[in-house]
C-alpha cells in the first residue's frame, strides 16, 4: 500500500488509531492525510479531470472551475436510507429512521470491509467554526472520493491548521464515509462511483460515540459529512446535552439607513430560498445586506444574555437552478470563479447553464446525464437538485463578521415555509413561547420531485425535520427552556414569513427577492417598538399602512390578502398543526399543547376581526 504525504502531522494516538483501524476495514489502495493546501486542491482537480470524473470549464469565462456529472442514481440525499442509532428507539423520535446500534454497527462493517479496494482513503481533518471559537467543532472525514475531499476544502476550514488546534490529545467526531464501489486489480473506474443500488446506501448518526458512517453516495448532504451530518445531525445531539443550538437557519446582516445593524436567523425548509435571502439586494433605499451564512447556525447564549449566532461553514453548496441575476445576483458573481458545478448544462463554449438562470440558453449543449441537448428537446438540461460549490469569501455581499469567533447578536428569528395559501406575508409572535410554537408548526409545499412528491405540505418543524438528531418533542424543549435561562426582553424577537401567497386564480402575491426588504424593515421597526401592528388571533401583522411600500406596484387588494386573517384556513391549519403534534406523543411539551389551544379558543372568539379596526400598537 501507498502512503500518499506520509508522515501525518499528528501526535494524536486516538486519530492514528482509527485510521489504522479503517485501512484495515476498507483495504484501500493507497492514503493521503489531506494538508489542505492549494497545491493539494489543484492536484486532485487535475487527477479527477484525468480521470473523466471533472471537466475544467473555459478558463476565460469561468477560471478555477469545475463541472461533474453525478450518477443518476446518486442526485440527492436519500432521506429514507438516513439513520439515528440510539440505544433507545424513543430517543430518535417520530422523525427519525430509527436502527439498533449494535444491529447496524455490524451491518456497516460488512459494507465497508474491502469497499475501498483499488482506491485511495484520503484523511481529512477539518474544523466547523473559526477554529478560535468557542463553538468551533473538529471532524475528520476519512473518504475515498477525491470529489468530497475538493468540495470539503470548500466548505470547512481543513488540513494541518486542524491537526495543530486537534493536537496530541484533542477530541475529533469520526466522519466515515465510502462510494461503496471498490475497483478490482485492472477494473476501470467510472466518473461517478457509487453503490447504484439505493437500498445499500447508509447515511448513519450513532448517538453514543457521536460518530458517523455514510456508505454508498458520493452526493452532497450524503458525503459532506461535516454539513447536515455534523453541523446539524451530531451537533444538535452536542449543542442539546452543552446548551447551545445547531440550527438549520441562514444568517443575515441588516443596515438601517441610520446605519444601526441588526443581524437575524430565519429557519426555512430546503428549497425555500434561504440563499437568496440570505444574500438578497435590498430595493428600500438606504438599506444594505450582508450575509453571514446560508444554511447553518451555531447559536449559544452570551455571557450578555443574548443569543449569537455563528455559521460554522466556509462556503455555500447552493441551489443551481433558479439562480439568476434577477433572483440573486450576489450568488451569481460568488460563483463566477473556483466554483464545482454539479449536473448542470455544459455548454459548447466550456461554461454552464441551467434552468432560470436568466440567460438565453445555448444552442447546443450536454445535459447532467453527457447527453446531447437543445432547448425545446423536452428534457430539463440541468437536474432540479443541480448545485454549486462555492467559497463564501467570494460572496460580493459576505459580511465582515462572518468569521467573528465570538458570532453575532440575534435581534430577530424568522421561520417560513412555502404556503400557497392561509399564512400570512408576516406574523409577529407574541412571546417566546407562542414563537417556539410557530417554528413548531412550519411547513412547506414541497417542490423538488428529487426529494419528495411536489405539491404537498409537509409539516418542518424549525425547518429541522430532516436535520434533529433526537426526539423533536425534547428538541422544542431546549428551544423553550432557554427563555428561562435569560432575560426575556434579551431574546430575539421571533416572526413567521411567507413569500409564496398565491391568489385564488394562481398568481403570486408578493413579489419577493429584493423586495422582501419592505418585510425585514417592519421586523426592524417592530425591533425598535417602532413599527405598527394589529393584534390578531394568529399574531401580530403589520398594520394596514405599516409596510413601506413606496415604488412598489401592488394594488392594494393584493396586499390586504397577503396581510389578511383567513379564520377558516387557520382553523383547518390549527387542527392540522394538531394532528402532527399527535406524532410526537408524551415528549411534546405542555407549553406547546397550550399554544394551541390557545390559538383554536382565539379563533373561536374573533372568527371576523376586521384589521382595519383592529387595535394597532
Ligand atoms: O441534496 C443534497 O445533498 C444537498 S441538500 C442541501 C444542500 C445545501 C443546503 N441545504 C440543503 C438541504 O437539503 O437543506
Ligand atoms: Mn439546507
Redesign the pocket.
Known amino acids: 500500500m501507498t502512503t500518499i504525504n506520509s508522515t501525518p502531522v499528528t501526535a494524536n494516538r486516538k486519530l492514528l488509531n482509527w485510521v489504522e483501524e479503517i485501512v484495515q476495514l476498507c483495504q484501500p489502495a493507497a492514503v493521503h492525510w489531506c494538508d489542505g493546501t492549494q497545491q493539494e486542491y489543484d492536484a486532485l482537480c487535475e487527477l479527477m479531470v484525468k480521470g473523466g470524473t471533472f471537466t475544467r470549464l473555459d478558463g476565460k469565462l469561468r477560471p478555477g472551475s469545475f463541472l461533474v456529472r453525478s450518477h443518476a442514481s446518486d442526485v440527492?440525499?436519500v432521506e429514507n436510507r438516513t439513520y439515528i442509532c440510539s440505544p433507545n428507539k424513543d430517543d430518535a423520535g417520530p422523525t427519525n429512521n430509527w436502527a439498533d446500534p449494535v444491529e447496524m454497527r455490524k451491518k456497516l462493517k460488512e459494507l465497508f470491509k474491502g469497499c475501498m479496494k483499488g482506491r485511495t482513503l484520503y484523511v481529512i481533518p477539518f474544523a466547523m467554526g473559526p477554529l478560535d471559537s468557542p463553538l468551533c467543532r473538529i471532524g475528520v472525514e476519512i473518504t475515498d472520493s477525491p470529489y468530497v475531499v475538493v468540495n470539503m476544502r470548500i466548505m470547512a476550514r481543513m488540513g494541518r491548521v486542524v491537526l495543530d488546534k486537534l493536537g496530541a490529545k484533542g477530541e475529533f467526531i469520526s466522519c466515515l464515509h465510502s462510494v461503496g464501489a471498490p475497483l478490482q486489480p485492472g477494473q476501470q473506474d467510472v466518473p461517478w462511483p457509487c453503490e447504484p443500488d439505493v437500498s445499500r446506501k447508509h447515511i448513519v448518526h450513532f448517538t453514543e460515540d457521536l460518530s458517523i458512517w455514510s456508505y454508498g453516495s458520493g452526493?452532497?448532504?450524503?458525503a459532506l459529512l461535516g454539513?447536515?451530518c455534523l453541523a446539524l445531525r451530531i451537533a444538535s445531539l452536542m449543542a442539546r446535552k452543552e446548551g447551545w443550538f445547531a440550527e438549520?437557519m441562514l444568517v443575515l446582516c441588516l443596515t438601517s439607513p441610520q446605519g444601526k445593524k441588526y443581524y437575524l436567523a430565519a429557519a426555512f425548509p430546503?428549497a425555500c430560498g434561504k440563499t437568496n435571502l440570505a444574500m438578497m439586494q435590498p430595493t428600500l433605499p438606504g438599506w444594505t445586506l450582508r450575509c453571514l451564512g446560508d444554511?447553518i447556525a451555531w447559536i449559544r447564549l452570551g455571557a450578555d444574555g443574548r443569543l449569537y449566532a455563528m455559521n460554522p461553514e466556509t462556503g455555500f453548496?447552493?441551489v443551481a437552478p433558479g439562480t439568476s441575476n434577477k433572483t440573486n445576483p450576489n450568488a451569481v458573481a460568488t460563483v463566477a470563479r473556483n466554483s464545482i458545478f454539479t449536473n448542470v448544462v455544459l455548454r459548447s463554449d466550456g461554461d454552464v447553464w441551467w434552468e432560470d438562470m436568466g440567460v438565453p440558453p445555448p444552442e447546443k449543449g450536454m445535459d447532467w446525464e453527457g447527453r446531447e441537448w437543445t432547448p425545446g428537446c423536452g428534457r430539463k438540461g440541468a437536474h432540479p437538485?443541480a448545485?454549486f460549490t462555492a467559497p463564501a469569501a467570494q460572496c460580493p455581499a459576505i459580511d465582515p463578521d462572518w468569521e467573528n469567533p465570538q458570532g453575532v447578536p440575534l435581534s430577530a428569528i424568522l421561520f417560513g415555509g412555502r404556503r400557497p395559501s392561509t399564512i400570512p406575508l408576516v406574523n409577529e409572535a407574541f412571546s417566546w413561547e407562542h414563537g417556539v410554537f410557530l417554528g413548531s408548526a412550519a411547513g412547506s409545499e414541497t417542490t423538488s420531485a428529487a426529494?419528495h412528491q411536489a405539491g404537498v405540505l409537509r409539516r418542518d418543524p424549525f425547518a429541522m425535520l430532516?436535520f434533529c438528531g433526537y426526539h423533536i418533542g425534547d428538541y422544542f424543549a431546549h428551544w423553550l427552556a432557554l427563555a428561562r435561562r435569560t432575560d426575556r426582553a434579551k431574546l430575539p424577537r421571533i416572526f413567521f414569513v411567507n413569500w409564496f401567497r398565491k391568489s385564488a386564480d394562481g398568481r403570486w402575491l408578493w413579489p419577493g427577492f429584493g423586495e422582501n426588504s419592505r418585510v425585514l424593515k417592519w421586523i426592524c421597526e417592530r425591533i425598535e417598538g417602532a413599527g405598527k401592528a394589529v393584534r390578531t388571533p394568529i399574531g401580530l401583522l403589520p398594520a394596514p399602512d405599516a409596510l413601506d411600500m413606496k415604488g412598489l406596484d401592488i394594488s392594494g387588494a393584493d396586499l390586504a390578502e397577503l396581510l389578511s386573517l383567513d379564520v377558516e384556513g387557520w382553523k383547518k391549519e390549527a387542527a392540522d398543526v394538531g394532528g402532527n403534534y399527535q406524532k410526537f406523543g408524551e415528549r411534546l411539551p405542555a407549553e406547546l399543547n397550550k399554544e394551541l389551544q390557545d390559538l383554536k379558543a382565539r379563533l373561536n372568539e374573533e372568527p371576523t376581526m376586521d384589521l382595519g379596526k383592529a387595535s394597532v400598537r
Open positions: 440527492a440525499r452526493y452532497g448532504g450524503n454539513k447536515k438549520h430546503s444554511d453548496f447552493g437538485n448545485r426529494l430532516p
